[in-house]
């Protein structure tokens, strides 16, 4: 079982940067697979970002390739997602997720078991 709490979302204006942070509960952070996802109004939810459970491996959408950075921590069960040269296109609940599954499934919505509350990011233009 994971437990995950985002924090970090706000409001910030075109060009900006935000840095989202999520705290993982339990001790078997290090093996799971992370992800930052979104879900703007009316669309449907996607994979803003993933990332292996050594750090090894990342995967970013083309949205966001070259601005979005996804990072871990283990020794401190802390994933990160650092985003810059915000669009007002970014706009969305962002929701960190934890999976089980392996690389393989790294850009798999469904391979992501755990969830957060989500975090609001508002880019203003």
């Known amino acids: 079982q994971v437990q995950l709490v985002e924090s970090g979302g706000g409001l910030v204006q075109a060009g900006g940067s935000l840095r989202l942070s999520c705290a993982a509960s339990?001790?078997?952070?290090?093996?799971?697979?992370m992800a930052w996802l979104r879900q703007a109004p009316g669309k449907e939810r996607e994979l803003a970002a993933a990332?292996?459970?050594?750090?090894?491996?990342?995967y970013y959408p083309d949205s966001v390739k070259g601005r979005f950075t996804i990072s871990r921590d283990n020794a401190k069960n802390t994933v990160y997602l650092q985003m810059n040269g915000l669009k007002p296109e970014d706009t969305a609940v962002y929701y960190c997720?934890?999976?089980?599954?392996?690389?393989?499934?790294?850009?798999?919505?469904?391979?992501?078991?755990?969830w957060g509350q989500g975090t609001q990011v508002t880019v203003s233009s």
């Open positions: 997720a934890a999976g089980n599954s392996g690389i393989s499934a790294l850009t798999r919505m469904d391979s992501y078991s755990y």
């Open positions: 990332i292996s459970w050594n750090g090894g491996t990342t």
């Open positions: 339990g001790r078997t952070f290090s093996s799971y697979s």
